[in-house]
């Protein structure tokens, strides 16, 4: 608002001035009314796209300095509406961007499983790795415990390189129907799970929780306003949800539980705000490492705590993105060569103020990032060491 008066009151000097030179006092008196008659215009928040006037580089990052591994995409759907697109096709963008390794999160569980294997890792070493997930519809009959640690173990045995958790667990998943309990993310029942999962070598990926703006109230305060707005169903605010930091203590419980089980906190460990606690759970837990998927326009808003911070966890940090083949409402996460090139360049390059997202506006908070410039040592690690290390795979 500020900044309109400011510009409207430098028109009309400037208006004035400029009648001045034309020596007419009465034409100067007309184009001063004029400019008053009428005022700015209100202009939608979801129409503004302010273009940055900033003359700073402007660095394109074709390929990666490094082959990289994306720990964190799904590309293989399950109960889909769309069939998945082609492994083929999806090599071509892999091969421009110097993406060497998908890791498809989401790979399903049995036959499914079978299948995005057989169609995805098999058909392209290397190129492809699938996780299996756990069987949430089933946690509430008996003996689920016992029976889901054990197909953890076919999961492996058919191929899969880990398992994934979504935020099913903690937000959605209830005991005795939609109107149950919500299952916290500790319940025991997942103990054996847990258990066979570092038994067997299998990293965990988890998710859980959302930003920290979701479990806010959606109103002019909320920094992600627009987008709570568009998807007020992604909103965990009231209701009997827990808190952010309920969620969080229940999964550091796990940690603690399951020294022998390596997780990786996706999206930043779940809190890419607040880099501070981030770290404090990496000092904690040995077993825990993070990925970075879809939290590049948190972690490049604050470039300076970020450098400093993939300094020092410099191995425990994996790349990711969170791609999702086709059109999705989330253009952070649609799979292409813009979307790896953003990336690139954030961790890359020290460019400035730029999007963190292929789109016409920031789809997660108005806002812009600044590249991080990491070392090659830094970068290695992150592309793709840390992940090898973690997968127990040889891949580059
Ligand atoms: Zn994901």
Redesign the pocket.
């Known amino acids: 608002m500020n900044e309109t008066v400011t510009q409207s009151t430098r028109r009309q000097w400037l208006a004035t001035a400029a009648a001045g030179l034309a020596g007419s006092a009465v034409a100067g008196r007309a184009e001063i009314a004029s400019a008053q008659a009428q005022p700015p215009s209100p202009l939608p928040l979801t129409e503004f796209e302010p273009k940055s006037m900033l003359h700073v580089p402007m660095t394109t990052v074709r390929g990666a300095r490094f082959p990289v591994i994306d720990f ?3 590309i293989s759907r399950r109960r889909a509406t769309r069939p998945p697109v082609p492994p083929a096709e999806l090599l071509k963008t892999m091969d421009a961007v110097n993406l060497r390794t998908m890791v498809n ?2 790979g399903g569980l049995g036959e499914d499983l079978s299948a995005t294997i057989a169609g995805f890792d098999r058909a392209f070493p290397r190129r492809f790795l699938s996780m299996t997930e756990p069987a949430w519809t089933r946690a509430a009959e008996a003996g689920y415990a016992r029976w889901q640690a054990d197909e953890i173990a076919k999961a492996k045995a058919a191929g899969a390189v880990g398992v ?1 958790v ?1 935020k099913t667990l903690g937000l959605y998943l209830r005991d005795g129907g939609p109107t149950g309990k919500l299952v916290s993310v500790d319940d025991p029942r997942f103990d054996p799970m847990w258990e066979a999962c570092g038994r067997l070598g299998m990293p965990v990926a988890i ?1 859980v929780g959302d930003p920290e703006a979701f479990f806010l109230p959606i109103d002019r305060f909320n920094e992600r306003f627009e987008e709570l707005n568009a998807h007020p169903d992604w909103s965990f605010h009231g209701k009997d949800f827990p808190s952010f930091k309920e969620i969080l203590e229940a999964r550091d419980r796990v940690f603690a539980k399951h020294p022998n089980t390596t997780f990786v906190g ?2 930043v460990g779940h809190w890419a705000e607040n880099l501070q606690a981030v770290g404090e759970t990496l000092d904690r837990f040995r077993n825990v490492h993070v990925e970075i ?2 939290r590049i326009g948190e972690l490049g808003r604050q470039p300076r705590t970020a450098a400093k911070f993939f300094d020092r966890y410099q191995d425990r940090i994996l790349f ?1 993105t ?1 791609a ?1 083949p086709l059109g999705v409402e989330t253009p952070q ?1 649609v799979f292409g060569e813009e979307l790896y090139r953003i990336y690139y360049r954030f961790l890359e390059t020290e460019d400035e103020h730029f999007d963190y997202a292929p789109a016409k506006r920031p789809p997660q908070g108005r806002w812009k990032i600044y590249g991080l410039g990491l070392r090659d040592g830094i970068l290695r690690k992150v592309y793709n060491g840390n992940a090898q290390r973690v997968l127990g795979l040889k891949l580059i």
Do not use: N, R, W, Y
């Open positions: 964190h995409t799904h999160l989401t994934k979504l998710h996706l999206h998927g879809a990711g969170d999702i996460q």
